[in-house]
């Protein structure tokens, strides 16, 4: 099925995969299959359907729609981007270790400092930016390699096609948290990568209403683990939030072309503002990033992040200034947001690592949404107190 779909573009893909009209009445959209439990025609016979935690005919269309948009052969949903990370690392064993680039999601970070090492998986953080510092931290018992590109909240780029070639030297596999790319940007499988994650929360879902995750893999013993360890631990989706998650990934296409061309218009114009020392965006030409960004992306996302001259308290009052964007926890929904990562996105950090990351008390994140790009503009110009845009 998901190669079917493949052929088609990922528009297409994105409103039609998994979703074939419904068996009982031909219902045109998936329907809610709001159930716990199928009726057996007979002890031991039934459907392919027993039971909602190991299997779900809506939350199977959300799995089918996904692995067609990240073009691998099998999706697993999860109840939240961390419950689909830890299914992965449910992959391992006590005595496995993985090398993590230490650019991560802060309650990533968390699950591997705090929570893993608990059951005796070891974890090495590095600089994924330098691939070659993952070569180094690679030893006998290294399982995986886990890294997000861009990065949160610098947009740093990490070479996913270098990373998987490290993988594969050395028996391991490469994990990409492809949340703040997406694939309709990029599809990291076909770079190298062995296994996608997301937290669907973000964008996929897209308008900050349903909390949830996935994962995709091209192998099927891989899958099978997944599957097996999801229904053995429980961390599914129920059938709405799936639904809505569903529903969101079938506008993937729209929404990120316009977070994008937003983005951008923002970036350019915080070039233009005194009161801000720097701006972070893998789309422009001076941004570390760009020429891995043009070459493994098909654009640079919806994340812009600035240094403010005026450091922390010109930093809080601008987050508190604004109107249009809210200052909120997250990304990757149709309303703007606004972040200051040192106190909150990133406050799971010590102090040093914060400061060795690139973010300081000045840094405030932007997740810019799909309103006018000129009203987003006016109110960032209000905020940083200059006149009107
Ligand atoms: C939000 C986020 C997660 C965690 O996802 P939840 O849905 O909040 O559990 C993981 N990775 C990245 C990059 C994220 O932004």
Redesign the pocket.
């Known amino acids: 099925m998901a190669d079917e779909s493949r052929r088609t573009a990922f528009e297409t893909r994105a409103i039609h995969a998994g979703q074939e009209p419904d068996e009982a009445a031909a219902a045109t959209i998936v329907p809610v299959y709001q159930t716990v439990t199928y009726t057996q025609d007979a002890i031991g016979v039934n459907r392919g359907y027993e039971y909602s935690r190991s299997e779900n005919p809506t939350r199977e269309a959300l799995e089918s729609c996904l692995a067609s948009l990240e073009e691998g052969r099998f999706g697993l949903a999860y109840g ?6 830890t299914g992965v690392v449910h992959l391992l064993a006590a005595g496995d270790h993985v090398v993590v680039a230490d650019d991560l ?1 802060g ?2 970070f968390r699950l591997f400092s705090q929570v893993m090492p608990r059951f005796g998986i070891r974890f090495s953080f590095v600089d994924a930016t330098h691939p070659e510092e993952i070569d180094k931290a690679v030893c006998e018992a290294t399982r995986l390699i886990w890294i ?1 590109s861009p990065t ?1 909240p610098m947009l740093r780029l990490v070479d996913i096609a270098a990373c998987g070639e490290i993988a594969a030297g050395h028996g391991a596999r490469l994990v990409v ?1 492809n ?2 790319a997406t694939p309709f940007l990029q599809t990291p499988l076909n770079l190298g990568a062995h296994i996608v ?6 964008y996929i879902g897209g308008h900050s209403d349903v ?3 996935a994962v995709i893999v091209d192998d099927e013993e891989t899958a099978e683990s997944l599957r097996f360890t999801r229904n053995a631990t429980g961390g599914v989706p129920g059938p709405w939030d799936a639904w809505l998650t569903l529903r969101g990934a079938r506008t993937l296409a729209l929404r990120m072309s316009r977070h994008q061309s937003n983005a951008a218009r923002v970036a350019e114009f915080l070039k233009s503002q005194p009161g801000v020392a720097r701006v972070y965006y893998p789309g422009l030409p001076e941004h570390p990033g760009f020429d891995l960004a043009r070459k493994q992306m098909r654009g640079f996302g919806g994340m812009v992040t600035i240094d403010l001259k005026g450091g922390e308290s010109a930093a809080r009052r601008m987050c508190e200034a604004t109107e249009l964007f809210a200052l909120a926890e ?3 929904g149709v309303e703007s947001l606004i972040g200051y990562p040192w106190s909150m996105s990133h406050a799971a950090f010590s102090a040093e690592e914060r400061r060795r990351k690139g973010i300081t008390e000045a840094t405030v994140r932007l997740s810019v949404g799909i309103e006018d790009p000129d009203d987003l503009c006016a109110d960032l110009a209000r905020a940083l107190g200059s006149s009107d845009a």
């Open positions: 939240s981007g961390m419950a689909a990370i999601y309650g990533s997000e949160n948290d949340t703040f994650v997301h937290s669907t929360t973000k909390i949830g995750g997250s990304l990757g």
